[in-house]
């Protein structure tokens, strides 16, 4: 007896196709074996849980979908493995489930979630809600309302992310935008990175525009960088966008504006030096090259290799010499042509134009001249250069290579110490060595040395030929055989200083002996003749003129 169980399988059957199916736990029908029933594959596969847990073939060549649930796998060798209302469109796509997912892209896939789509070739949207990826190598994790229109591009999570730039990657955040090549956005809100090459951490409203290459931004608050290979660390509304290489680590309303410029940190300083730095504080700014404002408030550097420490309100104004320095203090200035490695250490509206000067503090010191300084005091005045101010107050310096200490002290001669009172102690009596006496000019006051006469140096025959006089002899014996030029010793500081020229051999009559100055004049003349037998003249210096006594 042949049993319904021992029937040859069907090939070649279809979904209308009818065919048996046997019960063996139904004898309805009187068979021991069971009973046998006709149906077709669709009713079947409507009896099985709800028709839903069935992959059928689909409309694409190749194609399969999990049946009953509205999906589709209408592309060439494509899949919707599970879900409800997906769609597969294209060659080799892929739906994985979800709700409401299209799969437009050959060789692109869709994991899950809802109203995602993907119609660039070799994309994917892992997850997610509404999240769209509309070109090729592109990839969106998850998230919501993210968006990647650009090859190569990815959005890894966040909402309402949008990556527009070839090969750029968006981390997560909200509303972020990257419309430049090769750059990316970490998190954060509302960043936007439009320049190629770039980085944006974080943070809020922070924004590269598309003259930017190769910048980052770490985060902090609407900050913008617009330069090449320049960097904002954080802070608020603090801009990189000078040249190359400006740097903002943090702080507000900072602005880094020249190429290789550093700003520390602090509140609306402005850095337009090149290779130069702010390193904090308030207002400042830097704009001469490799000039510097460490901190304070309200400087301001125009020189080149120049520098603030600290204060309030100092400048360095010489755009064109540099090397000058102010440490602190308020409203100190160093300006004017020309200026350069000059010095103001500190104290308050003092000003320094001139070259190698230096103000070391006080109060409204103001120094006009070069290798000169003030030490200290308030209201002293130097014009000339060479000159120094110990301290005091009121004093004045109009003459070269002199100084000051006191008070209201106007200077009256160069090479002159000058001061209100002068206490010499423990000064000897007597010494014997010494050859000059201190004597004090009646009109002036000014204390100088005149040389004591020195005895005569007499050297029988000491002169025979012409030569240069010197002040080491007061007397000088002439006896030539041929006429004799004698050149007087220099004038500096020898005023009533003299001299004695005999003719000693008594031939000065056949054989002159002519006078002439180093510089100056003798009685009005260039050079005085001696042709007299045994004539003898006595000069002295006045004024830097020799006069014969």
């Known amino acids: 007896m042949a049993f319904l169980t021992d029937q040859i399988s069907a090939t070649g059957v279809n979904l209308t196709d009818l065919f048996h199916i046997v019960d063996p736990y139904d004898t309805s029908q009187g068979n021991p074996a069971g009973s046998s029933y006709k149906a077709c594959f669709q009713q079947v596969i409507a009896a099985l849980t709800g028709g839903t847990s069935i992959m059928v073939v689909s409309s694409g060549i190749g194609s399969v979908e999990r049946c009953a649930n509205d999906n589709e796998a209408a592309g060439n060798y494509s899949t919707v493995s599970g879900g409800l209302c997906n769609t597969s469109s294209d060659l080799y796509s892929t739906t994985s489930g979800g709700y409401k997912n299209t799969t437009m892209g050959q060789s692109s896939v869709i994991g899950g979630g809802e109203y995602n789509m993907v119609s660039g070739s070799c994309s994917s949207v892992v997850g997610g809600i509404l999240n769209t990826s509309l070109n090729v190598f592109s990839n969106i994790g998850g998230g919501s309302g993210n968006t990647v229109d650009s090859s190569y591009g990815s959005v890894l999570g966040g909402v309402l992310n949008t990556a527009s730039g070839y090969i750029t990657t968006i981390g997560g955040g909200n509303k972020n935008t990257i419309n430049g090549g090769w750059s990316s956005i970490g998190g954060g809100y509302f960043n936007t990175s439009e320049g190629v090459y770039s980085v944006i951490a974080g943070g809020f409203g922070n924004y590269v525009d598309n003259n930017g290459c190769g910048n980052f931004l770490g985060g902090g608050v609407n900050n913008t960088t617009g330069s090449v290979y320049s960097a904002i660390g954080g802070g608020y509304l603090n801009t990189a966008n000078g040249g190359c290489g400006a740097f903002v680590f943090g702080g507000c309303c900072n602005l880094g504006g020249a190429t290789m410029s550093f700003i520390g940190g602090g509140d609306s300083n402005t850095n337009y030096a090149l290779n130069g730095g702010i390193v904090g504080g308030s207002g400042n700014i830097a704009q001469g090259f490799n000039s510097s404002v460490v901190g304070g408030g309200g400087n301001y550097v125009d020189s080149p290799v120049s520098m603030i420490g600290s204060g309030s309100a100092n400048k360095i104004d010489t755009p064109f010499l540099g090397c000058n320095f102010i440490g602190g203090g308020i409203c100190n200035t160093i300006c004017g042509l020309p200026t350069g490695?000059?010095?103001?250490?500190?104290?308050?509206?003092?000003?320094?134009?001139?070259?190698?000067?230096?103000?070391?503090?006080?109060?409204?010191?103001?120094?006009?001249?070069?290798?000169?300084?003030?030490?200290?005091?308030?209201?002293?005045?130097?014009?000339?250069?060479?000159?120094?101010?110990?301290?005091?107050?009121?004093?004045?310096?109009?003459?070269?290579?002199?100084?000051?200490?006191?008070?209201?002290?106007?200077?009256?001669?160069?090479?002159t110490f000058h001061t209100n009172y002068l206490s010499l102690q423990n000064t000897p009596e007597t010494d014997s060595s010494n050859t000059n006496l201190l004597v004090r000019d009646s009109l002036t006051g000014v204390v100088k040395t005149r040389d004591i006469s020195l005895p005569l140096n007499y050297a029988t025959s000491a002169i025979t030929s012409s030569q240069t006089l010197t002040w080491d002899k007061s007397y000088w014996g002439v006896s030539g055989s041929s006429n004799v030029d004698l050149t007087l010793p220099t004038t500096t500081l020898k005023d009533g200083y003299y001299l004695l020229i005999k003719d000693e051999a008594g031939t000065s009559g056949s054989y002159r002996i002519r006078l002439t100055p180093t510089s100056g004049l003798i009685d009005g003349n260039s050079y005085v003749d001696m042709n007299i037998n045994y004539m003898s003249l006595t000069v002295m210096v006045r004024n830097g003129n020799w006069y014969i006594i």
Do not use: E, F, M, P
Request: net charge positive; proline share 0%.
């Open 341 to 415: 490695v000059s010095t103001i250490l500190g104290g308050s509206l003092n000003k320094l134009s001139g070259i190698s000067s230096i103000i070391a503090g006080g109060h409204c010191n103001t120094v006009n001249s070069c290798c000169s300084n003030i030490l200290g005091g308030n209201a002293n005045t130097v014009t000339q250069n060479y000159t120094s101010i110990l301290g005091g107050s009121g004093n004045t310096l109009t003459h070269s290579y002199s100084s000051a200490v006191g008070r209201g002290v106007y200077s009256v001669s160069a090479c």
